[in-house]
């Protein structure tokens, strides 16, 4: 049976989610922030050891100015609430992407949020904020200093994800099946989950019944 260490979710459909209830996109978003608390609790019951969610990519800016703020406030208010619940199960709380764009307020809540938890050893849960994967292999190449003797092993140190072991199973919501800039490099030899499942909609039970599939799949990594 296969090992799962890492699962990564694109989270997609608050929004069609909050129209059919006739609301506002922001609505969506505020469900599934809880959808986020109540997933990472499941994971961190089974025994997962990283749970990484897209939260906000580096394409999200282009969004209307009322919804970008409406994201940052959410994330703010999310990590304050949740701090204690953090604490209770064990979770690491992590990020990756660039948050030097974001306010200094949030950035000081997630750097708080980053060493309160430091010591957690059970589940990493982190955020892709300011995350595409474009700009974190920029990012990541303009960190090369001896360009000769670079390998996967050292490149791979120079992404955000250094501390993380690769992503064993991508999943998306929300009914399209593409990637959207998240994890090229960390995705390579991941298994691929696609669900019509708004992300409002997304069960712990959902998510049990796709961990079945993949521990079902023979994974041969390029071998026989
Ligand atoms: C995609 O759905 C979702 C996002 C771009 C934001 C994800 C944010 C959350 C799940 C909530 C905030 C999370 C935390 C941790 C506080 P969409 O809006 O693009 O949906 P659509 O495709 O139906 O329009």
Redesign the pocket.
Known sequence: MNVLNHIAII???????A?LQNQK?TF??KK??E??RKLTIHSSNIGLKYLT?????TE?WKRPKYEVDF?MK??DS?LKKELVAYLENNVRFNVIGDISKFSQKLQKTIEKTIEKTSSCNGLTQT?AINYGSKDEIIRAIKKIKDIDNIDEKSFEKLLDTSDMPPVDMLIRT?GEQRISNFLLWQIAYAELFFTKT??PDFTENELDNIIEKFKNISRRFGGI
């Open positions: 989270m997609d459909g608050n929004g069609r989610w129209k996109r969506g978003h599934g922030a959808i986020v969610l897209y939260a906000f990519s999200n994201l959410l994330l999310y955020l929300g708004l992300w």
